[in-house]
């Protein structure tokens, strides 16, 4: 790797992405220890961060722990809506390559709630609109960004089967979901690299989607293109390519990277 150009801000970079992947505040020796760096230089730079707000100091514990600045500049990240922006653009090139619409969508709960909806000429209408929430399990973009959880958050959000909400035009014969079904489904999805519905949200339709993954791993999104049930195994081939792709672009532009 080439050395920065900026070697104290890409120092001061590094800390704040080590505290934001802990679970919870951490002693200066260890984050020094953690990335390589000499105590005095990461006791140096904290007494900076510390001085603007990205960091507090317990000093009963001796740790440190990310500041309200942090906070702040994630809720400004929320408020410029950089993943829809960046998003929009890919799910219309999307729709314009496959003919059928698409969309993005982002985690929250046990739901995945619409960002971004592209919609095909004459495509039929989706329930998938802008601002509107579905049970994540049931979707292939809650598919998508659930396979990507670690097990204990997984199972967190799914503690017992009433945690699991159906919908009535759901195949008549579909077995009830669980946990165990949930697990199963999942595999399939880290074992194919996309998810697929089919009928499960509205009958008749299928999906695919892929998750967009931040720099620490976690699902940020999931971009998803819907089309009828039962069309040809090459519009399915070609639908997971492009969501697969544009997946992958997406999850290296919120990295800051092509």
Not at 41 to 63: C, K, N, S, W
Not at 99 to 114: I, K, M, N
Not at 224 to 246: I, M
Request: aromatic residues 4%; hydrophobic residues 45%; without cysteine.
């Amino acid at each position: 790797m080439a050395e920065p150009k900026a070697p104290a801000a890409d120092q001061v970079l590094a800390i704040l992405t080590h505290l934001a992947a802990q679970r919870g505040p951490a002693p200066a020796a260890a984050i020094a220890t953690a990335l390589g760096l000499p105590r005095s230089t990461t006791y140096q730079l904290l007494a900076v961060l510390q001085e603007r707000g990205f960091v507090v100091h317990l000093p009963e514990e001796r740790r440190y722990g990310l500041g309200v600045a942090a906070f702040e500049l994630s809720s400004g990240f929320s408020r410029q809506q950089p993943l829809t922006r960046l998003g929009r653009p890919l799910v219309a090139g999307l729709v314009d390559r496959l003919g059928e619409s698409g969309h993005l969508a982002v985690l929250h709960g046990r739901d995945v709630l619409y960002l971004v909806e592209e919609r095909a000429a004459r495509r039929p209408s989706l329930v998938s609109d802008v601002g509107v929430r579905l049970p994540a399990h049931l979707t292939a973009s809650g598919r998508a960004m659930l396979a990507v959880l670690p097990p204990a958050q997984l199972r967190a959000l799914y503690p017992d089967r009433a945690a699991f909400a159906e919908r009535a035009s759901g195949p008549a014969d579909a077995a009830p979901w669980t946990y165990s079904r949930l697990k199963s489904v999942l595999a399939e999805v880290r074992t194919a690299g996309v998810a697929g519905e089919h009928g499960e949200v509205t009958s008749g339709l299928a999906s695919v989607g892929a998750a967009v993954v931040d720099h620490l791993g976690w699902p940020a999104a999931a971009i998803a293109v819907t089309f009828a049930e039962g069309s040809s195994d090459e519009l399915v081939r070609a639908a997971t390519g492009a969501v697969t792709d544009a997946a992958a672009t997406l999850s290296r532009r919120i990295r800051g990277t092509r």
